[in-house]
């Protein structure tokens, strides 16, 4: 009896459907294949026979409108607003902009072909405007400690002295005359370097002047320190002191000096060919500093974008020409690439004259463009070659593609973009402007690949997507084959005389083989006579399996791993994996945020050998002093008065004290009023320098110094006055960054207890500027974590209509976030892969603060792109009515080459920054690159099957699903899970 009610329920369920509304991506389908019939075979027989073998394969739409109570039989009875807000819920966006792409093909590849031009024009200047420098957050320490200088001293700050000339003794020179030094007035060594000192100071202000000039004004200006300059006013021991290395046979002139914004890189560079021509034969000089490393980072940077596009993007795109299997195909992918670049550079230009972009930003795009522009291409064309082997026209295998795969697209990359705006929230224009750059690359490539592919598809597609013998054989691939996919019906033999008459019994062998798989349903199709026009019916009905696609399936790895991990031993894989991780998902919490300068510095450039040297010569701390600046203005209290020197006597004491301040272990760090060459000045002696006054007025050179330093470094009002340390390490490395937050935390304790006697004492300088400007990143850091996941829940739950799938998403993506951070604590602070002997990876002891905040959206971004391809497939087969086990293992089966060649893909693009010249791009390309990895051949393709295998019928919850109709083994017909069994 149950077995007779459920045939009876079948039937009539068989009976509505013939008479519902079809969906609407099929209706299209569905009245090509009516009008093929009624042009071949006037008959009603093979009318009927065209709707059962429709009616066998489309039960969703049924389902849903009987759902909605949304029906199509009375429509014309229903009010005039149901009508519109049902036609609105079946509007089909793919169907409007398919054949509007067509008729305007020609139109949309000439409006993204302006683009190269435009981009070539500004895409170098974009180049030109980066930056590696950024201001303090307002409200900082630093911010207000530059605010007592300007304020004081009546000027900005440079900072530091920018530009270090670092001059030593020519190898030629120094075995003919070992004894003769800088500062021996009777060698050749000493005049040469002094007059080359004099002229190019002399040629700076000339520079300067014309700065001036230019601009109307006389805010610029240059101050070239230098031996020779203290000698000529006397003090020749303090400038010794100061400019000439103690164990090595060399001097150094350092220029602190404002400029016009846009030519500090053109008054660096000017200074270096000035340099170049008038270097003396016994002098090696060579120029360094902040700018030099500007100039060389920018360099690096276009040497790593060359490497992409001569070494990672034809790597990729091969890999992409070997999952589609159609070599005609790359031309696509190419166009997109080169059209985004050009418009994302187009676009930034503006961008970067408002404000500061980082110079890592043109790679970070340029790796985006790259990767995301073929990640596209391979979800758009391996489905248009999909729809086209399953026997499609190239109309509507372009709609079918732009509906499912666009779609795909849409939802991963505004995702994407919504990650990358999270950097908003940051209070650095350098980091805000990564975010726009990365935001603008992926609307370029999303606007790009949406519209520039189908166009370039109806204009190629006869040519590119029926490959010819030579082509075919290139990729290793049936001729006439558009993809890797199996072909239902094969194009006739080149032999065959009788083209015709193969087609017809291609046909023929189609509805004889689905015959033989529908069961009752369709016993009685078309003779085979008429087998013509129901195969052209058969082509629209894209997800009809044949048994060579079942066969094919079966014997996929996809297939045999898909039955393992949603089987029960599924769970123990999870634990297995989770146990494996675990262990290096525990060191992300050591993730550290480095300042340390050659983490920024290219590994090979003519200015960091420089600065090496220069710091081996004088010590790393003389490229970043700082200012310890003791302000009275407050109580109007001049610097001249035994309270100031009270104050800064035990400031500068308490600071070096070697067992709490290492970095600052003597009074030699200390240089100023207070503190000179180290010997403390009493506060009777300095008010004795200052009555002998400075110049050769005063013939004693100790008053003279002391004189000559208050000068220089008291305020015009003589309530401010500061004194430069040098730290004995790279003031932004652990212990450099150690000192400031200790010494800033022992000014505050003074102050507090009264100590400073009304004085305002402040650090300014060094790596204050940077210190809290990364502070201020990093406490923003857990909000825009928990926005950015707040976010992803959303988009996703929106997308799926689902609770459970974006917990899914939320949890592997924080898995592979700390499993990279983990695993990159290991390699760069505990050196894991030194074994390897390659610099890219080597032990840095310290993790650069900017890769762990740029790859977060990053990883972010592209676990959800393959995470969405992947549940949207299986969605999609789980609403055309398979069950739960079938729609993963069929959507595991279909989207698993894809997303193991797009994380391929995906790894060489960012991949190759782990070959760039500059150790902070290693670093990010690393934490990216593994996350791919994890995300690709781990996540994606074992952790995700095996969760939805767990959660069954609740993976789309609560998303209302139709009956459980179909199963992937049972190719061309529905049928009933209890009669499956």
């Known amino acids: 009896t149950s077995s007779e009610t459920n045939n009876n329920t079948h039937a009539s369920e068989t009976t509505t459907s013939m008479s519902e509304p079809l969906l609407p991506v099929e209706e299209a389908g569905k009245e090509s294949a009516a009008s093929t019939t009624t042009d071949l075979v006037q008959d009603d027989a093979l ?91 307002s409200g900082s320490l630093a911010a207000n400690a530059t605010d007592v200088y300007t304020e004081a001293y009546e000027k900005s700050d440079s900072m530091q002295p920018e530009i270090l000339v670092y001059v030593e003794v020519s190898e030629e020179y120094h075995a003919v005359n070992p004894q003769d030094t800088f500062t021996d007035r009777t060698s050749q060594l000493y005049s040469d370097a002094k007059n080359f000192t004099e002229y190019f100071d002399a040629y700076a202000q000339s520079l300067i002047a014309e700065y001036n000039e230019d601009d109307d004004t006389d805010e610029y200006y240059a101050t070239v320190g230098s031996y020779y300059l203290y000698e000529s006013i006397g003090i020749p021991n303090y400038g010794a002191d100061q400019f000439v290395a103690a164990d090595v046979p060399s001097t150094y002139i350092g220029i602190a000096y404002a400029s016009p914004d846009g030519k500090r890189e053109d008054f660096n560079s000017d200074l270096e060919d000035w340099i170049d021509e008038n270097e003396p034969a016994s002098c090696r000089i060579r120029l360094t500093g902040i700018t030099a490393f500007t100039t060389a980072t920018r360099e690096s940077s276009e040497d790593d ?76 064309l391996s489905r248009l070659t999909e729809n086209l082997a399953f026997g499609a026209d190239l109309d509507y295998a372009i709609e079918n593609m732009l509906e499912h795969a666009g779609h795909t697209i849409i939802a991963s990359g505004t995702t994407l973009i919504v990650c ?211 302000d009275g203005r407050e109580t109007n209290t001049s610097v001249n008065t035994q309270e100031c020197f009270d104050v800064m006597d035990t400031v500068i004491q308490a600071l070096s004290d070697a067992g709490k301040f290492p970095a600052t272990p003597s009074l030699e760090a200390f240089d100023g009023i207070h503190t000179i060459s180290g010997e403390v000045i009493g506060y009777g002696q300095y008010m004795d320098a200052l009555s002998c006054g400075i110049g050769y007025q005063c013939v004693n050179e100790s008053k003279r110094t002391i004189a000559t330093v208050a000068a220089a470094q008291n305020s015009p009002e003589g309530t401010t006055t500061y004194t430069t340390v040098i730290l004995n390490t790279d003031p932004y490395d652990g212990d450099g960054i150690k000192w400031l937050d200790d010494a800033r935390d022992l000014l505050d304790d003074f102050g507090k207890s009264g100590q400073l006697q009304g004085f305002q004492v402040v650090l300014q300088n060094g790596a204050t500027v940077t210190h809290d400007a990364i502070d201020d990143v990093y406490n923003c850091f857990p909000m825009m974590i928990g926005v950015t996941l707040v976010v992803v829940f959303v988009l996703v739950g929106a997308f799926f209509r689902s609770v459970n799938a974006p917990l899914r998403s939320v949890f592997t993506i924080g898995l592979t976030l700390m499993f990279v951070y983990g695993l990159a604590v290991l390699v760069y602070q505990y050196g894991w892969l030194e074994w390897l002997n390659w610099s890219s990876v080597k032990n840095t002891g310290e993790i650069a ?133």
């Open 305 to 380: 974008m060359a490497l992409m596009d001569h070494v990672v993007l034809p790597l990729s795109l091969l890999a992409l020409a070997a999952i589609l299997g159609n070599l005609s195909l790359m031309l696509v992918p190419v166009l997109c690439i080169i059209t985004a670049i050009c418009t994302a550079g187009t676009l930034m230009y503006p961008v970067a004259q408002s404000v500061s972009v980082t110079q890592f930003t043109p790679s970070i795009m340029m790796s985006i463009s790259i990767a995301m522009s073929i990640d596209y291409s391979l979800f758009l």
């Open 47 to 137: 009318s009927q026979a065209s709707d059962t073998l429709y009616m066998a394969t489309s039960t969703s739409q049924s389902y849903y409108n009987a759902a909605d109570g949304t029906t199509s039989h009375n429509e014309d009875n229903n009010p005039y607003w149901k009508k519109v807000w049902h036609d609105a819920q079946n509007f089909n966006v793919s169907k409007w902009y398919t054949p509007m792409c067509n008729k305007y093909r020609w139109y949309i590849v000439a409006f993204w072909i302006m683009f190269w031009p435009l981009g070539i024009t500004y895409y170098p200047k974009f180049l030109e405007l980066t930056d590696t420098q950024f201001d303090a957050p």
């Open 420 to 630: 990358f705006m999270g950097y908003a929230l940051f209070p650095m224009d350098l980091i805000r402007t990564v975010g726009y750059g990365a935001t603008i690359a992926i609307m370029s490539c999303l606007m790009v690949n949406l519209s520039l592919t189908p166009a370039v598809m109806f204009i190629t597609g006869e040519y590119f997507l029926k490959p010819g013998k030579t082509m075919s054989m290139l990729c290793c691939n049936q001729v006439g084959n558009p993809g890797r996919y199996r072909m239902r019906f094969p194009p006739a033999s080149e032999d065959d005389d009788n083209d015709e008459q193969a087609a017809d019994e291609a046909a023929g062998e189609e509805v004889e083989d689905l015959n033989e798989n529908s069961g009752a349903l369709t016993e009685s199709l078309l003779p085979k006579e008429k087998a013509k026009a129901v195969a052209a019916a058969v082509h629209y009905d894209l997800d009809v399996d044949t048994p060579e696609d079942i066969e094919d399936m079966r014997n996929s790895i996809w297939y045999k791993s898909g039955r393992f991990l949603i089987g029960p031993k599924g769970i123990y894989a999870l634990i297995g994996l989770c146990l494996i991780m675990a262990p290096v998902c525990y060191f992300w919490i050591e993730t550290g945020k480095s300042l340390a300068f050659d983490l920024f510095l290219p590994k090979q450039s003519d200015a960091g050998d420089t600065f090496d040297d220069y710091a081996d010569a004088f010590g790393e701390g003389y490229l970043a002093p700082y200012k310890l600046i003791f």
């Open 849 to 981: 603060w900017l890769p762990p905040i740029m790859s977060f959206s990053i990883i972010v971004g592209l676990g959800l792109d393959y995470d969405i391809f992947l549940a949207s497939r299986v969605l999609e087969l789980r609403l055309e009515g398979y069950d739960e086990q079938s729609s993963i293992l069929k959507g595991l089966y279909k989207t698993g080459g894809i997303i193991t060649a797009a994380g391929t893909i995906m790894a060489i693009a960012f991949g190759g920054l782990l070959l760039g010249g500059e150790v902070l791009l290693n670093q990010l390309a690393f934490y990216i690159f593994i996350a791919v990895l994890m995300d690709t051949f781990v996540v994606r393709t074992i952790m995700v099957p095996i969760l939805m295998g767990l959660s069954h019928q609740y993976t789309w919850w609560p998303q209302k699903l139709p009956p459980e109709t179909k199963s992937w083994d049972q190719c061309g017909t529905m049928v009933h899970l209890g009669e499956m069994n």
